[in-house]
């Protein structure tokens, strides 16, 4: 969470300082939900080389908050993963696969700047993604929306 958050603070605090760079500093803002959107639908994928990304991904970002945990406020963590856990269908599967290959057809036109906060965004996405936090919510209710349009998908094809 503290990765977003850095960025969106930000964002806010030059907003409240009335920086002409404020409206533009939230134009930021939209790589990185993009791909945090992205990340958390990635998350729910189980197999194969998405799921294995966004395992490996998880397992560093566990690891690295429960040192920043322990070292910056001396606490521990817990795990906080949801408990029923949202799979994407075979079709959810399709349109995270098909998300996947307009990212990467869209990364060379995708502007420099919006890169690293877009990768971020992915990296927050997936670390969210499973959490029983407000990421673990919107991605309980995204994962659902990505197997229906999956479904509809299939449906007017085959």
Do not use: C
């Not at 606490?75 to 075979?90: M, W, Y």
């Not at 990768?119 to 997936?126: A, K, V």
């Not at 994962?143 to 007017?156: C, D, F, K, M």
């Amino acid at each position: 969470m503290a990765l977003p958050l850095w960025h969106v603070s930000r964002v806010t605090i030059g907003s409240i300082k009335g920086s002409a760079a404020a409206t533009k500093g939230a134009l930021d803002l939209l790589p990185l939900a993009a791909g945090m959107l992205y990340g958390g639908i990635a998350t729910a994928s189980t197999s194969g080389l998405i799921g294995f990304s966004t395992g490996a991904i998880t397992w560093f970002g566990n690891a690295a908050g429960s040192l920043t945990m322990w070292g910056a406020a001396g606490g521990e963590t817990t795990l906080a993963a949801r408990a029923t856990q949202a799979e994407l269908s075979g079709m959810g599967n399709l349109v995270l696969l098909l998300l996947t290959v307009v990212i990467l057809g869209a990364w060379k036109a995708i502007p420099k700047k919006a890169k690293p906060r877009m990768r971020l965004g992915i990296i927050s996405g997936i670390l969210l993604g499973l959490s029983a936090t407000l990421g673990g919510l919107v991605m309980a209710t995204v994962i659902p929306l990505v197997n229906s349009a999956g479904a509809a998908l299939v449906g007017t094809i085959a």
